[in-house]
């Protein structure tokens, strides 16, 4: 049965795991640049964005528990946040939606401009 989150440990979803993950992608970083960066051990990286999350959650389903998704120690999620958007990576809610955005370099403003022409249809 999963263990339920701790003192001191949240409870993350899959999409949430997946939106720090695609932070540390946007940056080119590997986990392990992501764990020097935060003070955090490759392992704990590995571990949040493990593939197993996808096992756990198959097997709960078929003992009929619901998902709370899986505990991490909330300050390691702060320190690895924390370095993302030291490099320029931030997130974001409002309520009904989240997402993530990037600083861009100023040799980013040609593609911007096309992306807008391409979303604005």
Known sequence: ???TARKGEISMSREAIGLLKA?????????DDLADNAGVSSAT????ESKAEKIRKEALKELGIKDRGAPIRQESIEMMLSA??????SFW???REVGMSVRA???DQAFFDI???VTAK
């Not at 932070?23 to 986990?31: F, I, T």
């Not at 993302?84 to 990576?89: C, F, I, N, Q, S």
């Open 105 to 107: 370099g100023s040799q």
């Open 115 to 117: 992306a807008k022409k």
């Open 23 to 31: 932070g540390r992608n946007a940056l080119h970083w590997s986990q």
């Open 93 to 95: 809610s409002n309520g």
């Open 1 to 3: 049965m999963a263990r």
């Open 45 to 48: 990286v590995k571990r949040i």
């Open 84 to 89: 993302l958007e030291k490099a320029g990576v």
